[in-house]
Every structure is written in structure tokens, then in C-alpha cells.
């Protein structure tokens, strides 16, 4: 999907690069990408070369599309590899607050007695000291019949030495709105 063009104002070039951004190039005179993302080709021209071109489409699909069977009854793959990529770079905040919701209710169905509850998570870049109280929520949270003393300690004395130094600059973690 090209990106998006404002009328009568001269565009960089439309193509994503690997990266998933907008590339920053400028186009080729007369076209929408730059000589990097296609701007120079002209493609096939003549009846031939179209005809060879989408053989050779339709020939490299049908490689794959063998190659992933031969895969999946050799036991290697379990399915066609489609869809969205597993990792962490994928996680989306819809899919990391599902997560963290789950955690949750998943605690509080083992710990019935005392269900503490979870901060939301605040709209952009976290703060380091935010990241700090969060973690040690966390683990106060994951650990709870038996805190571990040391560590928790040792990151709510960094707390109160960063309060020391800059008290506007954290407050409690999630108070402020998005």
C-alpha cells in the first residue's frame, strides 16, 4: 500500500522498507518510488515478456507450495507459514494488555485469598522509575506468599533515591492521565 499523497505537494517515495517505515528517498521524476524501490523499472513491455513474467510467478508459487507440502509430511512444518510472526517485536499493547490481563486473572485464581490490583499501563515511553515500580509489582505480585525481601528492598531504596533527587519527576506510577 503506497503511502499516503496530499494533493499538489511533492511526496517522498511510498515504499515500507524492511523495517516496517516509510522510505525517505525522493521518487524518480514522474513516479511514486525511488530507484531503489522500483522507480527505474518499467516492467515487461511486450505481450512475451508479460506472459514470461507471469510463468515464472506462477512457477515460483507452485516450487513453494510443493516445497511446504514435502515439509509438512516429513513432519519438519505443521502448517503453511501465513499470518502474523511470533516474537516479541510483534506484540502489539492490545495483545501485551491481553496478556497482562491474563497473568492477572491466572494469580488471582490461584491466590483466591488476595487478589492485588493490577496498575493500567500508561499511554507512550514508560519512565525508568515507572519501569522500576512496575517491575516490583510485579514480582510482589508473582512471589506472593513469600516476597523476595532483598531484591524488593533493594528496588524501593532506588525508588526513594531517585524521589530524593527529583521529586516532580516520579510520582505515583500510573496517576497521570494518557
Request: with cysteine; hydrophobic share 30%.
Amino acid at each position: 500500500m503506497p503511502k499516503p499523497t496530499i494533493p499538489g505537494k511533492h511526496q517522498r517515495c511510498g515504499a515500507r522498507t524492511h523495517r516496517g517505515y516509510w522510505c525517505r528517498r525522493w521518487p524518480v521524476p514522474g513516479k511514486l518510488r525511488c530507484r531503489n524501490h522500483g522507480g527505474m523499472s518499467t516492467g515487461p513491455r511486450t505481450p512475451e515478456g508479460k506472459a514470461r513474467s507471469q510463468a515464472a510467478k506462477i512457477a515460483g508459487l507452485e516450487r513453494w507450495r510443493e516445497e511446504m507440502r514435502a515439509k509438512i509430511a516429513a513432519g519438519v512444518a505443521t502448517r503453511f507459514p501465513t499470518g502474523r510472526k511470533p516474537g516479541a517485536r510483534w506484540l502489539t499493547k492490545r495483545m501485551w494488555d491481553r496478556k497482562m490481563l491474563a497473568e492477572h486473572q491466572e494469580l488471582c485464581d490461584e491466590n483466591a485469598r488476595r487478589c492485588p490490583a493490577l496498575p493500567p499501563r500508561r499511554r507512550g515511553r514508560p519512565t525508568i522509575i515507572e519501569s522500576i515500580q512496575y517491575d516490583a509489582a510485579r514480582l510482589e505480585r508473582l512471589l506472593q506468599p513469600k516476597p523476595p525481601s532483598a531484591v524488593f528492598e533493594r528496588l524501593t531504596e532506588l525508588i526513594r533515591e531517585a524521589k530524593a533527587r527529583d521529586p516532580d519527576l516520579c510520582g505515583p506510577p500510573h496517576d497521570r492521565q494518557p
